[in-house]
């Protein structure tokens, strides 16, 4: 007898639906017959850059180690986070990109019947992660597209066990003041973990934006999550961190798998810690990409959220449907990120590239829409 083991699996991985990436490159050179180095791939908020120099040359030096496993520790990096953020080793928990925290801190805090609150329009992980161990995620409706955090306060019951905040937003780019937030902080109630998702953190230039990492003290059931995958150009090697109380960085270390973070990774991400002539140049480019990218929104008479990410979003017109103009792009080699499960059906985001490829995808974009 055939045995069904989706009745067998536990019953929210089976509500579940795999997350979704942007369309790699090859897979669109394979279906319409491209060649791969005539396709621009702004899907997926990575760094038009490429990674940084140093980052390289530190993962050509750990090729000679490649036999031994990664230090589980972490040391190095953690040393340099460290001095660099100034927060203490003990508060860093490495995760195989950011993402991985979302689940260590879902794993520690959150049982079957609990639920997290999280904001209409955020990253669709959080919810994935919370329903693997059969936990409502209660989506606020969001506020010009942002959190609205008076609205989410309301939403927190006696079985929240997790906040769930992203400042900035993706895919939105909106953000959250450092009055909201600490006004926020100040009336989540103490058994409540708050996680402050800052993947994007390096690209914001707004004088009221908060520094999370600035707020742990204050706040001991706060966690600060960043991520080397957007500014510091890692995305493929996926190694993020959290950083928070000694004592939940200690909880999340237990459930931590052994080496979840390769050796090539840590290096490459200690070295592009250490390499701040990159990441300023990296944020510059981001910045010229964004104005010439709003202006030519404008120029086309397209609506767009304003953004302090590395991406933006905007609406396509009401004679087309985005997934048409989705298409219309692949079809010229541009890949951008239709939004519709994020329930933003007629918007598109576009990830910010280099000045070729943001002139590439507005001609392209030109002549889906003419």
């Known amino acids: 007898m055939a045995i069904n083991f989706s009745e067998l699996a536990v019953e929210g991985v089976r509500s579940l639906k795999p997350y979704q990436p942007g369309k790699p490159i090859d897979e669109l050179a394979r279906e319409l017959g491209l060649n791969e180095s005539d396709i621009v791939k702004l899907a997926s908020n990575e760094n038009p850059m490429g990674p940084s120099p140093a980052a390289l040359e530190a993962i050509r030096q750990e090729t000679a180690e490649l036999h031994r496993y990664p230090d589980g520790a972490g040391f190095v ?52 992660v919370a329903r693997t161990v059969g936990a409502e995620c209660i989506a606020v409706p969001a506020k010009d597209f942002g959190h609205d955090l008076e609205a989410m306060l309301g939403a927190i019951n006696d079985r929240t066990r997790i906040v769930f905040v992203t400042n900035p937003n993706n895919p939105t780019g909106t953000w959250n003041t450092q009055n909201e937030v600490v006004e926020f902080l100040n009336r989540v109630p103490d ?4 996680l402050l998702d ?9 004088a009221d934006y908060p520094n999370g990492l600035k707020l742990l003290d204050q706040y001991p059931n706060l966690v600060v999550t960043r991520t080397f995958s957007k500014a510091y150009g890692l995305a493929s090697l996926r190694v993020g961190f959290g950083v928070s109380s000694p004592e ?13 973070v390769d050796s090539f990774a840590l290096a490459a991400a200690n070295a592009a810690m250490l390499d701040e002539d990159y990441v300023r140049e990296s944020v510059a480019l981001n910045d010229r990409g964004m104005t010439y990218l709003t202006s030519a929104f404008d120029e086309l008479g397209l609506s767009f959220i304003p953004s302090v990410g590395n991406f933006i979003s905007f609406r396509v017109p009401e004679s087309v449907s985005a997934m048409d103009v989705y298409s219309g792009l692949l079809k010229l080699g541009v890949i951008v990120r239709p939004l519709a499960n994020y329930e933003m059906p007629r918007y598109l985001r576009v990830s910010i590239g280099t000045e070729a490829e943001n ?8 002549k889906v829409l003419a």
Do not use: C, W
Request: hydrophobic share 45%.
């Open 248 to 260: 939940l960085a200690d909880l999340m270390n237990r459930v931590r798998p052994p080496f979840n």
């Open 359 to 366: 002139e590439t995808f507005v001609r392209a974009l030109k």
């Open 77 to 128: 990096l953690k040393k340099t986070l460290s001095d660099k953020l100034n927060i203490r080793s003990e508060q860093i928990t490495l995760g195989n990109g950011s993402s991985d925290i979302l689940d260590f801190i879902v794993r520690v805090f959150v049982n079957d019947g609990d639920n997290v609150v999280v904001s209409q329009h955020a990253f669709a992980i959080y919810g994935l």
């Open 198 to 206: 800052e993947a994007y953190f390096e690209y914001v230039d707004e």
């Open 191 to 194: 058994n409540v973990v708050v």
